[in-house]
């Protein structure tokens, strides 16, 4: 069955009721939130069931706090890792003031009622201030639960807080590690400032909006579109030889020959190179790109990165 993803309204129901079903908001997809789905598909496998994924379409947090909420994966990113795991419906709440306000045991009732099988994190809570709890579900004798404990990594919890720490710190290899896959931002190529260009290396500068942002900085990359893969050199930052212009996020994609501009493209970090710096002339920025384009091709010479 092909992933059929539903947009559910605070008013409606799920009546699936051949359904294992797994909640929560999924930011990241990290390793943990893997192993919950596939905790989740293998009782599906068992029981002959269909599979499911609950999640909610922004933060609910930062939607109270009326903050744009920067997330690791968008639904879009969540779909693609669905599919995977054979996942057959990827169920999205819209949060607004009437899921914020919903008492928990509604929740239950609209949501959950007619499901076989919930499967949920231990720290999992729902419904109106987050009442609702593993101990309310068990309570309910309509449906299965089944609660998957703490996931360690290094002795600490995984968790998408932790993740966007370790971006924040340049600890990409944890914060990969973590996601269990190359952290990626996707995004289309919008129109820059044509700085990358007339230093003879043309960049493409996507939208990255609504994607946490790695620590400032050059990364060794893989791009991907048009189903094909390249090496790449991402610049996140905000160019401080030019005097702190907006942060952007600009790739140096290797060998490319297509036109990229208006593209959807996604860019996976694989390396953190260096910090971003601030050059006197252009001359010598131009230098330091040389110079990182030569640094990555030994190390591909060396086969020191994955081949594409």
């Known amino acids: 069955m092909v992933l059929k993803i539903e947009y559910v309204e605070y008013n409606d129901f799920i009546t699936e009721n ?12 990290h390793i943990a939130h893997v192993d919950l789905i596939a905790h989740a598909q293998k009782i599906a496998k068992e029981k002959g069931l269909m599979l499911g994924v609950f999640t909610f379409s922004t933060n609910i947090k930062g939607y109270l706090e009326n903050k744009r909420h920067r997330c690791l994966t968008t639904i879009e990113d969540k779909a693609e890792i669905c599919k995977k795991y054979d996942v057959d419906f990827l169920y999205v709440i819209k949060v607004n003031q009437h899921v914020i306000h919903m008492e928990a045991k509604e929740f239950i009732t609209r949501f959950l009622e007619d499901t076989n099988t919930i499967v949920i994190g231990y720290d999992f809570r729902f419904g109106y201030k987050g ?9 309910n004798k309509n449906f299965d639960v089944v609660v998957i404990p703490q996931m360690k990594y290094l ?30 931002i996707k995004g289309q190529v919008v129109s820059g400032r044509g700085i990358g260009r007339r230093l003879g ?9 609504p994607y946490w ?25 905000n160019k401080p030889t030019y005097f702190n212009l907006p942060i952007t996020v600009e790739t140096y994609v290797f060998e490319v020959q297509e036109e990229l501009y208006g593209k959807v493209i996604k860019v ?10 601030t050059f006197e ?28």
């Open 18 to 29: 051949n359904l294992v079903l797994c909640l929560g908001y999924f930011d990241g997809m």
């Open 131 to 139: 009442e609702g709890d593993r101990t309310l579900l068990k309570r």
């Open 155 to 184: 002795d600490l919890k995984v968790g998408s807080t932790r993740i966007k720490a370790t971006l924040d710190n340049g600890n990409l290899d944890l914060s990969n590690q973590l996601l269990g896959r190359y952290y990626s």
């Open 201 to 209: 290396y043309p960049t493409a500068n996507i939208d990255y909006m």
């Open 213 to 237: 942002l790695p620590k400032s900085g050059v990364y060794f990359t893989y791009v991907l579109f048009n189903n094909k893969r390249y090496y790449g050199l991402t610049n996140i930052g």
């Open 268 to 277: 996976q970090f694989v390396e953190y190179l260096r910090p971003e710096l």
């Open 281 to 308: 002339t252009e001359a010598l920025l131009s230098a330091q790109i040389l110079n990182d384009i030569k640094f990555v091709e030994h190390k591909l010479k060396e086969n020191l990165y994955e081949k594409i």
